[in-house]
């Protein structure tokens, strides 16, 4: 374990890399590893040496990926830089698989290729590329897409979606932003179309988050403008965020989750969380793991009360 990337880890706390999961200590009693997180260590117990000495004696810890690793050498070497890291649209998949191919700034994304290149050369899905361009004054240089006078204009977005809040109204950006963070987002192409895009919250507690879950947007992709925004439109009625009980009043539900039930669920109300633990065990572990039973505790609380 290479421990100055842990001393990087915990002094400059790079925005995707969440140590309570990315890092893992080896429990000698079950000769397994589990997540920093689940143990009774934190990060600053590592930062002066490999190991500490705990209760059962030197401890490991590692990276749990290498993707994780990979991305904390590239923020430690500075080949992802500050304006591309604040970029929303790109996770951390994104960030490590521009900075593999070279792509170390916003200046490299719009300056070497068009999208369809860098998509090709990375990987990274062509619609996120353009949407990055978007928030860039010139944008890709193919026409009017992302200026002041970009296809967008004049359109009429409607901020009346229950959950969804527009968040951005210009001639290069419309989007909605649910309360847990989930986005959706019309933007310009270089092609001469509009594309709609979903992104959830950047948050890596949530397996759901790391598995790359999103909302999906059907044949919502290559419109005009105007029929772009009706599309978003029915999209936002369909999926509006209308809670019967406040999941988040529930241990380990914040925004995110309780956004992310209903999506994934249709799971709004107390009742029915507990109908889901009971059909669905399985999926039900998959999203809290460990903390299982203390969802289950907190839920029966909530609905007793």
């Given at each position: 374990m290479n421990r100055t990337l842990l001393t990087f880890a915990h002094d400059q706390q790079p925005r995707y890399f969440a140590p309570g999961h990315d890092l893992e200590v080896y429990d000698e009693d079950d000769d397994t590893w589990e997540p920093l997180g689940a143990s009774p260590y934190s990060?600053?117990?590592?930062?002066?040496?490999?190991?500490?000495?705990?209760?059962?004696?030197?401890?490991?810890?590692?990276?749990?990926?290498?993707?994780?690793?990979?991305?904390?050498?590239?923020?430690?070497?500075?080949?992802?830089?500050?304006t591309l890291h604040a970029e929303t649209e790109l996770n951390r998949t994104c960030l490590v698989a521009l900075a593999d191919a070279g792509y170390t700034s916003v200046d490299d994304l719009l300056g070497t290729a068009d999208a369809v290149d860098i998509e090709r050369d990375t990987g990274v899905d062509r619609d996120i590329i353009q949407s990055v361009a978007a928030n860039h004054v010139g944008g890709f240089s193919t026409g009017d897409a992302f200026t002041s006078g970009g296809r967008l204009a004049g359109l009429d977005p409607q901020d009346e979606f229950h959950g969804w809040e527009l968040t951005a109204n210009s001639s290069s950006r419309i989007r909605w932003e649910s309360t847990g963070g989930f986005r959706l987002t019309a933007t310009p192409t270089p092609d001469g179309t509009t594309t709609i895009t979903t992104n959830a919250p950047d948050d890596h507690r949530h397996s759901w988050y790391r598995k790359g879950w999103s909302p999906s947007v059907s044949d919502a992709d290559e419109l005009d403008p105007e029929a772009a925004l009706e599309n978003a439109h029915e999209w936002l009625v369909d999926n509006q965020l209308e809670f019967t009980d406040d999941l988040q009043a529930i241990q380990h539900i914040g925004p995110a989750?309780?956004?992310?039930?209903?999506?994934?669920?249709?799971?709004?109300?107390?009742?029915?969380?507990?109908?889901?633990?009971?059909d669905e065990p399985g999926e039900f572990d998959a999203i809290f793991g460990e903390q299982t039973e203390e969802v289950e505790a907190s839920l029966e609380a909530e609905r007793e009360q």
């Open positions: 990060l600053s117990d590592f930062v002066d040496t490999e190991t500490t000495t705990a209760k059962a004696g030197p401890v490991p810890i590692r990276i749990a990926s290498d993707e994780a690793a990979q991305y904390l050498e590239y923020c430690q070497a500075g080949k992802i830089g500050d989750t309780a956004d992310y039930l209903a999506f994934e669920y249709e799971i709004t109300s107390f009742d029915a969380l507990a109908t889901f633990i009971d």
